[in-house]
């Protein structure tokens, strides 16, 4: 066993290594080991043996947590509160054996410890007896400008995690996707009440649900992901569904579980479909539980576009499971991963010697040169909310990994950076939160590659000025509907929730400028009763967006991070001044300041969190997030967290 030295953020008045180490303040001592699976108690003897146990604590009283890393992967331990603020940071450990000591003053709000990169797994309980105190909310880190007010019209409840909402041409119905694999239809005529239709009541147009594969866990990034309609529907009754399948049998021993885009069709009334109609279209091998991405659509030239995670896990680096030397997101050799792929559903065609439920649109840009043809654009890391604009363009929101979120405009050929970059800023795998500086990314891909990396119109910090912004975006759709005249021929997106323990979910804006083609961001300011936070963000984790046919809009969202019935809802972005409408205190109160230091001597790292309520300092930019939807995905988590890790976004 090794202690470790690590850098980390100093605060003034903060305690010694020796004062630290002087047991005289301790009220006790934990000792846990760390592995992706679960933290594993060791002291004191109550806790021995005891997978993430609680943590009981007085409040007011000085802990210490030692803590050893076992297997070798990227590791920290952070706690949170019961608002969601993160009052305890410790930087990462990355080796097999290293140790470090954090130290901290309890309160009554504190609530769980985490890994901030495995939080869906090495989470346990905290329960403080003591003083009870206000606990201020989570102020705006005033990143993004004050954008146009809007309301939020709840239409539909009692789903368990909605990741796709999805209304075909010619309809008149809204077809939404359940993570657990149902698929429910509302009617357009069912919604306009004040009244939200419950879900949980109904049957589903279908149910795939025993074909998943579950993992297990609170939040798994695994499921029914995606969903999109052939374009001729109403005529051939073919729509199209992405999710996680077991394994199939000739997929090879470091897959995870199966990535599946099926064909179904529906009943000839269009009422319901059986899941006996499947075919097959695309089987696709995945290495890891997470960056699943999700998303599928149909282009305006009739092509079925596929957004591919870049496997899971960290990094995106060549030692992991499923990873090749250079990476996923680079690779267009070897696998589909880290990729969009564009494929025609209407032919069937042989592939690389095997014949395929699809054919390759012969624009494909790898069609007749190096690599696998099914590739449309690459350089991605959980591709988690995908839209095509009036105007045709392709809008990908990616999420990112240590620092930055990003969204992108795909191009027919592009390479969108990861993990050569995060966002515009160069990215080193294997010292995450802290970039390179020099002007041109090194091309650590293999074979390296020649065609430039394109930059995203858009990107976000984490943190900024030691406050939260945001950790795994969520593509939107540019709205073109007429009820909200402020948003019209703009793009509308959000963040999952800085936080994984409470949400604080984001609605955004961007506006491209018309004379220089550089988008502006604003946070849209939400002020429906029971969803408005002080904060300006939402309370509730924002998964994804819907668009109907009147060009309205339409965001999924959770109560929970955890995936559990009845706690998903559909709200419908309308003005604000319709429904019950809140005022908002946005002068919200400030956090104290942080005290926080890391004191090394070479050999050890020890954290000390003085004041239970204190910001983490510059460090949290290094805080690994949700989603794959990685989200993710994001997706996890998407980003999550799904959740986002898990979901729409994170890792390992």
């Known amino acids: 066993m090794k202690a470790v030295g690590a850098a980390g953020a100093t605060a003034a008045g903060a305690a010694s290594v020796a004062a630290a180490q002087d047991d005289s303040d301790v009220a006790q001592t934990f000792r846990l080991d760390g592995v992706a699976d679960y933290w594993i108690g060791r002291a004191p003897e109550r806790i021995s043996g005891v997978k993430n146990p609680t943590l009981n604590l007085e409040a007011g009283k000085k802990y210490r947590v030692v803590w050893e890393n076992l297997d070798g992967r990227s590791h920290n331990f952070s706690v949170y509160t019961t608002k969601g603020n993160l009052v305890v940071f410790s930087p990462y450990l990355d080796a097999e054996g290293d140790t470090q000591t954090v130290e901290f003053v309890a309160t009554e709000n504190m609530v769980q410890y985490y890994c901030d990169v495995h939080y869906l797994s090495m989470r346990g309980d905290i329960e403080v007896e003591g003083q009870t105190q206000q606990e201020p909310d989570p102020v705006d880190a005033g990143y993004f400008p004050k954008g146009p007010k809007v309301g ?3 239409v539909a409840s009692g789903f368990s995690y909605p990741v796709a909402m999805k209304a075909p041409e010619g309809e008149d119905r809204l077809f939404v996707a359940d993570q657990p694999g149902q698929i429910y239809v509302l009617d357009r005529s069912e919604i306009t009440g004040q009244q939200a239709l419950d879900v949980s009541e109904r049957e589903p147009f279908i149910d795939i649900s025993d074909r998943i594969f579950h993992e297990a866990g609170p939040h798994p990034e695994t499921g029914l992901l995606g969903l999109a309609f052939h374009p001729n529907f109403q005529q051939n009754q073919k729509f199209y569904v992405r999710y996680s399948a077991p394994v199939q049998d000739d997929m090879g021993g470091e897959t995870h579980h199966a990535s599946l885009v099926s064909e179904f069709e529906a009943d000839p009334n269009l009422e319901g479909a059986s899941p006996d109609t499947e075919k097959i279209v695309l089987a696709m091998p995945s290495p890891g539980s997470n960056h699943n991405s999700g998303n599928i659509s149909f282009g305006p030239d ?69 690599g696998l043809d099914e590739h449309y654009a690459w350089g991605f890391r959980n591709p988690w909310g995908m839209s095509f604009g009036p105007n045709g363009r392709l809008f990908v929101g990616d999420v990112g990994r240590a620092l930055y979120e990003e969204v992108d405009i795909v191009e027919k050929g592009g390479n969108y950076g990861w993990r050569l970059r995060e966002g515009k800023h160069c990215f080193d795998p294997y010292s995450q939160g802290n970039p390179p500086k020099q002007f041109k990314c090194a091309d650590t891909s293999y074979p390296p590659r020649s065609d430039p990396l394109l930059d995203p119109i858009l990107e976000y910090p984490h943190v900024h000025e030691d406050k939260p912004v945001g950790q795994a975006v969520v593509g939107g759709h540019v709205y073109t509907g007429e009820q909200l005249p402020d948003l019209q021929d703009k793009y509308v997106f959000g963040d999952w929730s800085f936080s994984p323990v409470a949400p604080h979910g984001t609605l955004l804006v961007a506006t491209e400028s018309e004379e220089t083609g550089v988008w502006g961001v604003d946070k849209l300011r939400v002020v429906t009763e029971g969803l408005s936070r002080p904060d300006n963000r939402i309370s509730r984790f924002v998964i994804s967006f819907g668009e109907d046919q009147a060009g309205e809009l339409y965001v999924l969202t959770s109560e929970t991070f955890l995936r559990q019935q009845n706690e998903g809802s559909l709200y419908k972005l309308v003005p604000a001044g319709e429904g019950r409408v809140e005022q908002v205190n946005v002068n919200a109160t400030e956090r104290p300041a942080a005290n926080e230091t890391t004191e090394t001597d070479g050999t050890e790292t020890t954290i000390q969190n003085e004041t239970a309520a204190n910001d983490v300092g510059r460090d949290l930019v290094s805080r690994a997030r949700a989603p794959g939807f990685g989200a993710s995905t994001a997706l996890g988590g998407l980003g999550g967290f799904a959740a986002l890790q898990r979901y729409l976004g994170d890792d390992d």
């Open 152 to 154: 939020l019209k709840e």
């Open 302 to 370: 009739g092509l079925l576009y596929v957004p591919i995670g870049d496997g899971g896990f960290g990094g995106d680096t060549g030692d992991m499971q499923g990873h090749v030397t250079g990476g996923n997101g680079q690779d267009i050799y070897n696998n589909l991963l880290g990729s969009i792929l564009r494929i025609d559903v209407d032919g069937s065609q042989n592939v690389r010697g095997e014949q395929k439920e699809y054919a390759i649109p012969d624009g494909n840009p790898l069609v007749g040169q190096a």
